[in-house]
C-alpha cells in the first residue's frame, strides 16, 4: 500500500461512514487531528483503504486487491476489517489474534454520584496540565497516543481528569472525536483503582459531550469485565459487537534465487 497525501484522501462516506459509534470514529478523527497515516492499494480511484492512527487502524475495501506484503503498514497494532480480509492478514502477519469486542452507546445517566476522597477534584485539562500527562506512568501512556501526545489531549478541552494536589489520579477523554460520536476512554492509575475517581471523570466528561451535541460511545473488550461494568454503571448500554485483530510483524515471504 502506499502512503496517502492529505489533498489525496478519498471521500470517507464511502469507507468510514460518519454517523457509526465505536473504533470506525477513528477516521474523521484522524482527519481532524493529522495524527493518523493514510494508506491505499492507489492514490487514484483506490480500491482498499486503511488508516492507521496510535495502534488502531480501520481496514476496508477489497482484499483482493493488495499485493504480497501490502499491509506492512499496519504491522503491531489492531485492525478492524471485515472477515473477508482474513486470509490477507494472515499471508501479511506472522501473527493474527482476534479479539472479540463490544461497542456501547451512552443511554441513560450514571446510575451513581461518585464520592470523590478528600483532596481530590475533578476538572476538565488545560495546556498548562500536559506536563502531569507527561508524567504518566508508562502503562497509562496509550491515552494520549491518538491525539498525538500530552499536550495536544491538554489542549482539546475533551480530557477531564481527577488530581490530588497536581498530579493525575485517573482521566476521561475522547479517545476518537466525530462529527456525531465520540468514542472515549478512560484509566485510573492502579494505586487509586475502586475509588470511584473513573466515575467521576466519565460523568463530567459525557455531560460536556452531550452539551457539544455528540453522542458518547464506548469500546472494549468481550473478556473485560471490568471495562464493561464501569460502561455499564455510567449509563452505556450495548450496541452492537464484532471482532478486530491484533496484527504482529510483518512475515517474510522468501523469494527462490537462481
Known sequence: MIQLLPHQLPSLSRWFPAAA????????????????????????????VAVRCADHAPLRGDPTALATGALTPLA??????????????????????????????????????????????????????????????????????????????????LCWAAFHKDRVLAI?????????????????????????????CLTALLADIAARGHTASWSCARDNRPSRLLAWTAGFRLEREYVHYAAGS???HDRLTA
Not at 37 to 42: I, K
Not at 105 to 124: K, Y
Not at 179 to 192: F, K, L, N, Q
Request: proline share 10%.
Open 250 to 252: 510483518p512475515r517474510r
Open 21 to 48: 459509534p465505536g473504533p470506525v470514529t477513528l477516521a474523521e478523527h484522524a482527519l481532524a487531528t493529522g495524527t493518523g497515516q493514510w494508506w491505499a492499494d492507489r492514490a487514484v480511484h483506490p480500491r482498499t
Open 172 to 200: 476521561a477523554c475522547a479517545y476518537f472525536l466525530g462529527s456525531t460520536y465520540a468514542d472515549i476512554a478512560c484509566v485510573t492509575i492502579p494505586e487509586h483503582r475502586r475509588e470511584h475517581l473513573a466515575v467521576a
Open 76 to 157: 503491531d497494532c489492531y485492525i478492524d476489517a471485515p472477515h473477508r480480509f482474513l486470509p490477507a492478514l494472515a499471508d501479511a502477519f506472522d501473527q493474527v489474534t482476534p479479539w472479540e469486542r463490544m461497542v456501547y452507546v451512552h443511554r441513560t445517566p450514571p446510575s451513581s454520584i461518585a464520592r470523590l476522597p478528600w483532596g481530590v477534584t475533578v476538572r476538565r485539562l488545560a495546556p498548562e496540565h500536559a506536563p502531569a500527562l507527561a508524567e504518566l506512568d508508562t502503562d497509562a501512556v496509550w491515552i494520549h497516543g491518538t491525539w498525538g501526545g500530552p499536550a495536544a489531549l491538554a489542549a482539546s478541552g
